[in-house]
């Protein structure tokens, strides 16, 4: 009983190894230009499973068919510009951390820009009316009450 213990033992603390390691992608690239390209490309495009995760750290299955796609159409020659107008054919503009600045992104991009104007109006104009409401006169009966709270003894 105990010579089958320890295979067992061991087969448990392997597999979990054995698992991982089958999970590895090896990629040939012959120049390290491309392979370069690869890996910039990779880390550019956003997972749609995973949403903030980029196809080159990503476990999950679609992740894997577009980085051989990715790998394919570099082999094939094609421009990172191609490749990246295919890849948001495909998934749409979701799959790029950085959208591009079209028509239909302008709200995306000037969205931030416009609430941090708006934000600084807002204090402007909080600003003005404090320094205004502080800026006005007192009324005669105003400054005599005024100063017979601050000197109660003359007063009396």
């Known amino acids: 009983m105990a010579r089958l213990i320890r295979p067992l033992l061991a087969m448990l603390v392997l597999l979990p190894l054995l698992a991982q ?11 390290p230009v491309l392979e370069q390209r690869y890996q910039s490309l990779t880390a550019t495009l ?3 499973k995973c949403q903030n995760q980029a196809i080159g750290d990503s476990d999950s ?7 051989d796609r990715v790998y394919r159409l ?3 020659g094609r421009s990172d510009k191609e490749i990246l107008d295919f890849m948001v054919r495909r998934f749409g503009d ?10 239909r992104t302008l709200l995306l991009w000037g969205l931030p820009a416009a609430l ?9 104009l909080m600003v003005r009316a404090r320094r205004r409401a502080s800026a006005r006169r007192l009324t005669a009966e105003e400054r005599a009450r005024l ?6 003894e003359r007063n009396e």
Not at 21 to 31: C, L, M, P, Q, S
Not at 94 to 103: A, D, Q, S, T
Not at 116 to 124: R, Y
């Open 21 to 31: 390691a089958g999970g590895i992608e090896v990629r040939r690239f012959e120049d």
């Open 46 to 48: 956003r997972c749609p």
């Open 61 to 67: 299955p679609i992740a894997g068919d577009m980085r």
């Open 74 to 76: 570099l082999q094939d």
């Open 94 to 103: 979701y799959v790029l951390y950085n959208p591009r600045l079209e028509g």
């Open 116 to 124: 941090v104007l708006l934000g600084a109006l807002v204090v402007a």
């Open 147 to 152: 100063d017979a709270l601050i000197n109660p």
